[in-house]
């Protein structure tokens, strides 16, 4: 099926597009720094090497093959008929970007911006990964994601797929709605984070004979606490550019974009210092950014939609859920995340995909394109469809793809380079002077 | 410690009919959680008002359950085992 092609926009939202998606690189440098400061000092050159490589491949797929698959509205489909109602599921459009004309349409727009997403989404898995997860393997798995997850979920929300016309074809309210990227970015980076750990195991020495968690603390809490503000700039960009080019929001309301984010992020983050305050005695730096970056995530899905009090609301809950997340994942599951990168990605984007159906107040149409009723209350459901379909598809696809990886080119590191540090033993050197190194790092547990 | 022991201890086929078995029980997870998405649209597309949301509340809780079983398909990690 062909829908009417989306039509050109107006001069100054182009160029306020693009300035907005050229803050989307702050939020992958923000991402960058908190998990190389959650990490250990002796693999922090490592995982920025992993970031750098991790970006520039998922540029590259995405190139190639991502943007094919993730298409556009008005660009070619493939559409299954179910009952009458087209199943539109992944987009054909032509590799390596050709036939798209880069001049500021909105496909080229999308590309563009596209081609961030894919980035920031493959950075989140680096988090679950530190400190044990080989550059070669990093790098093929990012692949993975970038050039094939990500694009196909991204069309099903974004690119007129079958998820956006859940409101067109069975009247749930306006379809699955995601203005900035809680699912298509966040959780499905945060899905593959969790089977990135799941196929690694945890850190050696993370856990006691006894299956009691030790604590790894990160080796530097000025980079991670700096990558929160850095991130917040390059959330305004995502979320603002995210909601103009998919969602057709005026390009004024990015100040209620960016209000809302910076609400939700400082909220969830002052959540999460005082249950660690209330609980521990002392405000805990890791997992208040962790709560900042949950706030930023959850804000995305609602973010162009809801009033600045129910940002707050939302950031508030995020904050709640990502702390006890941390917590449950790595007592009750043994999941070794050491930038908590399942519970603010994963558990935080989908508390804010269920958000736009409890707080947003979004005007459906009245009569769908057949000229049948429209069920305007039925936004929630539409959004739990989405929800269904991360959980259900998207996990067991990146668990799967990621496992078969696994068997064919082994992911986790050997012992003995988890001993000596990620940095010495793939990269030849350390981040710091030997001088700066954590020498208690090296004491065998 | 004690149930290091016992895994130590354990005879070489239990242990790996133990292994096999965590490995079923994800398989079967990892199979629930389709079907249970599977459930979600189909009742999106078949039904509509109140079965269709009695039976999408019905797919999630398969996926709860797809999840439940891929979650205690990955043993608590004792000590250094990988």
């Known amino acids: ?445 | 410690m004690a149930l290091l022991a016992s895994v130590t201890l354990t005879p070489r086929g239990a242990f790996v009919h133990g292994l096999s078995a965590l490995s079923g029980m994800k398989l079967l997870g990892f199979l629930i959680l389709p079907a249970g998405w599977g459930i979600v649209v189909t009742a999106v597309a078949l039904l509509t008002g109140a079965p269709q949301i009695a039976f999408v509340l019905a797919g999630l809780g398969v996926e709860a359950l797809g999840l439940a079983l891929v979650i205690r398909a990955h043993p608590v990690q004792r000590g250094d085992q990988n």
Not at chain 1, 26 to 38: D, R, S
């Open chain 1, 1 to 445: 099926m062909i829908v009417a092609l989306a039509p050109a926009l107006p001069d100054t939202t182009t160029v306020l597009c693009i300035f907005f998606i050229f803050l989307v690189p702050f939020a992958g440098a923000g991402l960058t720094l908190i998990n190389a400061g959650l990490g250990r000092s002796r693999s922090a050159a490592h995982l920025m090497m992993s970031s750098l490589c991790v970006v520039s491949i998922a540029a590259l797929a995405y190139f190639i093959c991502g943007f094919a698959w993730q298409g556009f509205i008005g660009m070619p489909a493939h559409v299954l008929t179910v009952g009458g109602k087209g199943w539109n599921w992944i987009a054909a459009g032509p590799f390596f970007l050709r036939h798209l004309l880069l001049d500021g349409s909105p496909a080229s727009l999308a590309a563009l911006l596209g081609m961030f997403s894919a980035a920031l989404a493959s950075l989140i898995p680096l988090g679950s990964g530190a400190d044990r997860w080989r550059l070669s393997a990093t790098c093929a798995s990012t692949a993975l994601l970038a050039g094939w997850t990500y694009p196909l979920f991204a069309h099903w929300v974004w690119g007129g797929g079958w998820l956006a016309q859940l409101g067109e074809n069975y009247g749930l309210g306006r379809g699955f709605i995601d203005a900035g990227g809680a699912s298509t970015i966040q959780v499905v980076g945060g899905l593959t984070a969790l089977s990135i750990a799941w196929i690694l195991g945890p850190r050696r020495g993370k856990y006691t004979l006894e299956g009691m968690p030790s604590a790894i603390p990160g080796h530097n809490s000025v980079f991670v606490l700096f990558g929160c503000i850095l991130a917040l700039v390059g959330w305004w960009g995502l979320n603002s550019a995210s909601a103009v080019l998919w969602n057709g929001v005026w390009p004024g309301n990015a100040v209620l974009v960016a209000i809302n984010t910076t609400l939700s992020a400082a909220a969830a983050a002052l959540t999460a210092a005082m249950i660690t305050r209330t609980r521990f005695g002392k405000p805990d730096a890791s997992l208040t950014a962790n709560g900042w970056i949950g706030g930023l995530v959850a804000s995305s899905a609602a973010c162009a939609f809801v009033r600045p009090a129910a940002a707050a609301a939302i950031g508030i809950v995020a904050g709640i859920l990502v702390t006890f997340s941390v917590e449950w994942f790595e007592l009750r599951m043994s999941v070794d995340d050491p930038g908590g990168a399942i519970s603010a990605h994963a558990v935080g984007g989908i508390w804010g995909v269920l958000s736009v159906g409890l707080f947003a107040h979004i005007a459906a149409p009245e009569l769908n394109s057949a000229g049948q009723p429209m069920n305007g209350g039925g936004q929630w459901l539409a959004q739990l469809v989405g929800i269904a379909t991360l959980i259900g598809f998207v996990l067991p696809l990146t668990y799967g793809l990621n496992w078969l990886l696994n068997r064919v080119h082994p992911q986790r590191v050997a012992a003995e380079g988890e001993r000596q540090g990620m940095d010495l033993y793939e990269l030849g050197a350390g981040a710091y002077p030997e001088s700066v190194t954590h020498s208690e790092e090296f004491t065998q547990r």
